[in-house]
């Protein structure tokens, strides 16, 4: 009997195989009705996603996994430090400037800190939430 996975580049045929081998599929006992077909369809799938995942699994064990997550959230940390750094860097030349107009109240005030954390906090999450999503994404592939 060939393997699911083996449909994988067919979907009609995939599709076809999975209602074919779910009528094989034993019911427990307490499986409600409205669950049947659920469950026979799942536990089907059950063979698919094995195939799958060893066919397309990068990774050797989750250790390797954290080790890549690691690197990239290094490397994150050490961008947004440098970032941080050049924004301070900014707030305290622009300080030091006779200005008749600010960007924000935290500027007015001169508020160093109320204004950095404004603006780390949009810078993280900007970066952890634009720009990396697809770098992990593809270094990772969970």
Same mark, same amino acid.
């Given at each position: ?74 490397? $994150? ?13 900014? $707030? ?51």
């Amino acid at each position: 009997m060939n393997k699911l996975y083996d449909y994988h580049g067919n979907k009609e045929e995939l599709v076809k195989q999975i209602l074919k081998q779910k009528d094989s599929i034993n019911l427990p006992q307490n499986i409600p009705e409205t669950l049947t077909e659920d469950y026979k369809i799942s536990r089907t799938l059950d063979n698919y996603l094995e195939d799958y995942f060893d066919i397309n699994s990068q990774f050797t064990s989750i250790s390797n996994v954290d080790i890549k997550i690691d690197k990239i959230l290094a490397k $994150f940390i050490q961008e947004v430090m440098d970032g941080v750094s050049q924004e301070k860097d900014k $707030f305290r030349k622009a300080m030091n400037t006779k200005k008749k107009r600010f960007k924000n109240i935290f500027e007015f005030s001169k508020s160093e800190n109320l204004y950095l954390s404004n603006i780390y906090t949009r810078f993280i999450s900007e970066n952890l939430g634009h720009n990396r999503k697809n770098t992990i994404y593809n270094s990772v592939r969970l």
